[in-house]
């Protein structure tokens, strides 16, 4: 029997370019600028590498983001990377890349902020044994309501959150360029450093790309962001320019303020720099920081997470419930997103290492989707040659070419480091096989497509 036909939620364009870069940043600028400094540090082994390669990370970036303002500019579509993909390399990938997104990479990500969050509010304020976790579970449903409120309450407080995390890491910034260093900061590599640099530099890029990550978010909102075919491309370029200056600033700060080997032995690099500035009361004030960061993040993924699902119940009778909602807001999205995002911060409770699950978790599948959306950009400019395309990707083919060997050496990076958390997400990938065989089984049953 036929599925009776629903009238289509459609998102409108009310984004401005502000607030594109308000979500870019967001996103991107979370908790692991906070984690990762003291990982590049001890790897780099020199002052130049550790920078070069916070750099270099900008520019990988800025080379993926152009090939994803090509599409995002030519296919707006509240889908992003799944609309691309089901266009380019058929329904049955898109089908797939949905699924993973829905159970695996977006969910997991809020999960991971999420546990975030809940480490460093627990040393604010502890709720008991179970604290993080409690933590992680208020953020993820009160601001998933915040965003079933509609995206013009998610996008006001994105903007706030964005203000204010940047203004934090300013201050960190101030503090470490002008305030008191550290008398061990050595400016001469480490020990074994030239020996170390050319084996881990793969490593030092695993965390340096970490940390840049989100920024393909924007192709989640292109249909709902004013003049998308010019703000896009601006939206992109202008975020990964104020991300990369940052990176730079606060890993200069780090670096004058406690020196390379310091940092490299830190456990908490920027608590550990603002209580050698401001004592305790600085690791109360990192401490915060870092919740609204991470808060900031929170709020930008759930908000561009939901549009996925929304587009995989407008396009699969089985998932339609997930295509209803109100205007501008994918409303069932919203909650089924948040309600795996809850379980999952279940299973890292348990795991009692819920941060590093979830990073294992959502790697592998990231970047292999990560390479199928440049492998689709070749197949529609090929296939559709005629479309009419306000932004190409410069030096083409060159520029996503490029990019694909960089998701082709990170998904290998990422199968070679995770743990059983990795392998579990790969598991939930591979359960999208029998459940597109029965999507399409029972659509052919239905007669519906």
């Known amino acids: 029997m036929k599925l009776a036909a629903r009238p289509i939620v459609t998102l409108k364009p009310t984004l401005s370019l502000t607030d594109t870069i308000a979500i870019i940043v967001g996103v991107v600028v979370g908790a692991s600028v906070f984690e990762t400094p003291s990982l590049v540090a001890a790897n780099a082994g020199s002052v130049e590498i550790a920078l070069l390669t916070w750099g270099l990370g900008g520019v990988i970036s800025l080379i993926g983001a152009l090939c994803y303002a090509e599409l995002a500019t030519t296919y707006p579509h509240p889908g992003g990377t799944y609309y691309y993909l089901r266009r380019g390399l058929g329904s049955a990938i898109g089908f797939l890349f949905a699924w993973t997104r829905m159970s695996v990479i977006q969910t997991g990500s809020i ?8 480490d460093y509010a627990s040393q604010l304020w502890r709720l008991g044994i179970y604290s993080p976790s409690i933590y992680a579970a208020i953020a993820i449903m009160l601001l998933t309501g915040l965003n079933l409120l509609g995206v013009r309450q998610g996008k006001r407080t994105q903007n706030l959150l964005a203000v204010a995390q940047v203004a934090g890491l300013i201050l960190i910034c101030a503090i470490g360029l002008f305030g008191v260093s550290s008398s061990a900061a050595p400016t001469l590599p480490l020990d074994g450093a030239e020996e170390a640099t050319s084996n881990n530099l793969g490593m030092i890029m695993v965390f340096v790309l970490l940390s840049y990550g989100g920024w393909n978010e924007a192709a989640y909102i292109s249909a709902e962001v004013r003049d998308g075919s010019r703000n896009i491309v601006r939206a992109l370029i202008w975020s ?16 004058r303020g406690l020196g390379l080997s310091r940092m490299a032995d830190s456990q908490a690099v920027v608590a550990d720099l603002m209580r050698l500035n401001m004592g305790e009361v600085g690791a109360v004030l990192t401490s915060s920081l870092v919740a609204i960061a991470t808060i900031c993040s929170l709020n930008a993924t759930i908000l561009t997470g939901a549009r996925t699902n929304y587009a995989l119940g407008r396009d699969f009778s089985v998932f ?3 295509g209803r909602g109100r205007e501008s807001t994918p409303t069932n999205a919203l909650i089924v997103q948040g309600l795996i995002a809850l ?9 009692r290492q819920g941060f590093e699950t979830m ?3 959502t790697a592998p599948a990231f970047w292999f989707f990560f390479l199928l959306s440049g492998i689709s950009l070749f197949v529609l400019r090929r296939r559709e040659p005629n479309i009419n395309r306000s932004f190409k990707v410069p030096f083409y083919p060159l520029t996503p070419l490029a990019f694909c060997g960089i998701c082709i050496y990170m998904l290998q990076a990422s199968l070679a480091y995770t743990g059983w958390g990795g392998l579990l997400g790969v598991i939930v990938l591979l359960l999208g096989l029998p459940l597109l065989w029965w999507t399409q089984k029972f659509s052919i049953n239905t007669g519906n497509d």
């Not at 990964?240 to 670096?255: D, K, S």
């Not at 379980?343 to 795991?351: D, K, P, S």
């Open 359 to 361: 990073v294992d978790y």
């Open 343 to 351: 379980v999952l911060v279940m299973v890292g409770t348990f795991a």
């Open 320 to 322: 339609s419930f997930l």
């Open 240 to 255: 990964i320019a104020i991300i990369t200056a940052l990176y730079l600033l606060v890993n200069l700060a780090l670096i």
């Open 111 to 118: 999960a991971l902020l999420a546990f975030v969050f809940g």
